[in-house]
C-alpha cells in the first residue's frame, strides 16, 4: 500500500498537496504523522469535492471548509481516480 504527502510553510501556517494515498486509513496515517510536525499552528488542504472520504478525513482532524473552488479543463477531463486524492496538489502549482 502507497500513500505520499507533502506540506510547506505558507504566509499563516502550513498548506498540504498533494496528499495521494490507496486507503482512507494510510491518508489518516500521513496527514496526521505532518500534522503532529505543525502542531498548534493554522492548516489548509484542498480536498477535491468527489472525495467523501477525503472530506471526513479533513473533518476528523477538526479541520472545515472556507471556500469552495471550480476545476476547469481544456479538451478532455483528466482521468484521475479522486477517491485517492485526498488533497491536490496546490492551486498555486497549477
Not at 8 to 27: I, M, T
Not at 58 to 86: D, I, W
Request: net charge neutral.
Amino acid at each position: 500500500m502507497l500513500a505520499l504527502a507533502a506540506i510547506r510553510p505558507a504566509l499563516d501556517g502550513y498548506k498540504f498537496g498533494p496528499v495521494l494515498a490507496e486507503s482512507p486509513d494510510l491518508a489518516r496515517r500521513v496527514v496526521g504523522h505532518l500534522l503532529s510536525m505543525v502542531e498548534g499552528q493554522a492548516v489548509q488542504i484542498d480536498v477535491p469535492e468527489p472525495n467523501a472520504s477525503g472530506r471526513a478525513l479533513a473533518e476528523s482532524f477538526g479541520l472545515s471548509p472556507v471556500f469552495r473552488c471550480a476545476r476547469m479543463y481544456y479538451g478532455p477531463t483528466p482521468k484521475v481516480n479522486l477517491q485517492h486524492v485526498f488533497g491536490v496538489t496546490l492551486f498555486e502549482f497549477g
